[in-house]
């Protein structure tokens, strides 16, 4: 069993950046591969970012912009987003799972509660 608890998220103007954490709970957690999620109001969630179990391999929908990275020694996840748009406002989740690196949503097996993040113009 994984607890994982985001933290982070805010309220940001348009062109801001933020950098989002994931603690997991547990020993094992360079076991599981770690992925970002995010649903925006009445959207349905999509996938942000995963980082495989080493953190030698990443997949990101906006590479420019955003990076996914993890310390294994503090159990922690990160993204950290640049150049924050509007269209970037949403819940952003933390996900855990015993997988390859993948963008499946249903790969996952453990997921935070998320943490808002809200762009103004």
């Known amino acids: 069993q994984v607890q994982l608890v985001e933290s982070g998220g805010g309220l940001v103007q348009a062109g801001d950046s933020l950098r989002l954490s994931c603690r997991a709970s547990?020993?094992?957690?360079?076991?599981?591969?770690m992925a970002w999620f995010r649903q925006a109001p009445g959207k349905e969630r999509e996938f942000v970012a995963a980082i495989n179990r080493s953190g030698g391999n990443t997949d990101t929908t906006d590479s420019v912009r955003f990076t996914i990275s993890r310390d294994n020694a503090k159990n922690t996840v990160y993204l950290q987003m640049n150049s924050l748009k509007p269209e970037d406002t949403a819940v952003y989740y933390c996900?855990?799972?015993?997988?390859?690196?993948?963008?499946?949503?249903?790969?996952?097996?453990?997921w935070g509660q998320g943490t808002q993040v809200t762009v103004s113009s």
């Open positions: 547990g020993r094992t957690f360079s076991s599981y591969a």
């Open positions: 996900a855990a799972g015993t997988v390859a690196l993948t963008t499946t949503e249903r790969a996952y097996d453990y």
